[in-house]
């Protein structure tokens, strides 16, 4: 694996796409563990406010916060902690793994930006894993928008518009996508049984822990923290 090349692309496009990084076998057996925990139909977890106005449909499950150990070998994998290093420089830091699920005939996501983008320096690096393919049948494509991550606040519209020049990205089982916390990206509407993705947040050094508690939305920011819409956006 190119490291260099890879950090390079990353930082060019605010995203890296790689196929087949994690091996199906063991990739599978996280899924099951996934699907344990959360079954088919789970509650919600966000605010009703929230789900309405962010347009998004997906519940959060921390299993390394429950001493889960299945799920640590991914960060353990040394081309990964390499790639995040070539990325992030010294003494980033892992944040946590959150798992996200959506349920079928759900929202996905709609555009946003895991923290407000007005200090460059200052962002969350998402490593996300896929455990499952994610197909047109089945909905749930990632959409990102190409060197966002440089061009500053998301534009205010509609919550799931089709942009000009957005890449639908469509990982399978076993890919990871590397997605800069500035960069504008979306979910599609999930038509198939269920979706999952499971993010291994990271930051760079000098980074508050709690970067990703104000999301940038075409509509709001919100805080998570307080569940409130901080700005309303026209
Ligand atoms: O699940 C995905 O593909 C993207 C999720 C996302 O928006 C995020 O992890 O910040
Ligand atoms: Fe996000």
Not at 53 to 58: F, H, L
Not at 156 to 185: C, M, R, S, Y
Request: glycine share 6%; aromatic share 12%.
């Amino acid at each position: 694996m190119d490291i260099a090349q890879y950090a390079e692309q990353f930082w060019k496009d605010g995203y890296l796409v790689i196929e087949d990084f994690f091996e199906a076998a063991r990739i599978d057996h996280l899924n099951e563990m996934i699907l344990q925990h959360f079954g088919l139909t789970p509650n919600w977890e966000h605010s009703d406010e929230f789900i309405q106005k962010a347009a998004t449909e997906v519940i959060p499950w921390f299993p390394v916060r429950e001493e889960i150990q299945d799920f640590e070998f991914i960060e353990k994998t040394v081309d990964f902690d390499q790639l995040t290093q070539a990325i992030l420089g010294e003494e980033w830091q892992g944040l946590y793994c959150m798992v996200m699920f959506s349920k079928q005939g759900t929202k996905g996501q709609a555009w946003h930006q895991d923290c407000p983008p007005e200090n460059t320096q200052q962002f969350n690096l998402n490593r996300l894993v896929y455990t499952h393919d994610i197909t047109p049948k089945l909905g749930g494509q990632t959409i990102v928008y190409p060197g966002s991550h440089k061009m500053g606040e998301l534009p205010a519209g509609l919550p799931h518009e089709d942009l000009e020049n957005q890449v639908v990205l469509t990982p399978k089982k076993g890919t990871i996508v590397f997605l800069h916390g500035h960069t504008w990206h979306r979910v599609l509407p999930i038509k198939g049984t269920y979706r999952v993705s499971t993010n291994y947040r990271a930051v760079p050094k000098n980074t508050p822990e709690d970067i990703t508690d104000i999301a940038v939305y075409r509509n709001m920011r919100y805080r998570f923290s307080t569940s409130e819409v901080i700005e309303e956006r026209v």
